[in-house]
């Protein structure tokens, strides 16, 4: 049979797609192995300082409540919460530079 020939489902069903680990960053945190596959939140997340940077991966990766994160962090809830929504307003400043960079 040619490709040609073959439905969407058929050629989907054949597809592999390689992925190498040179595509992806490690985050070492509180014993947790955190992958990061994208480039640009990789250099923003390594730009955050290592509280904030745990507090993001703990949160958004592993679908840590804050709570839970200030009892495995030993800080208080209200602190993770402070270090949780000023990460997000540096990685989104972050990005958006790079992104303006990106398209000049």
Request: net charge negative; no cysteine; aromatic share 8%.
């Amino acid at each position: 049979m040619n490709f040609s020939e073959m439905t969407e489902k058929e050629l989907d069903s054949i597809f592999v797609m390689d992925e190498y680990d040179l595509d992806t960053s490690h985050f070492q945190v509180l014993g947790y192995d955190i992958e990061v596959k994208d480039t640009l939140l990789v250099e923003a997340l390594q730009a955050l300082t290592e509280k904030k940077r745990n507090v993001v991966l703990l949160s958004y990766f592993l679908e840590m409540t804050d709570a839970e994160i200030a009892r495995e962090m030993k800080l208080v809830h209200s602190t993770i919460r402070e270090h949780r929504i000023r990460s997000l307003e540096l990685l989104k400043k972050f990005m958006e530079g790079n992104m303006d960079g990106a398209e000049e």
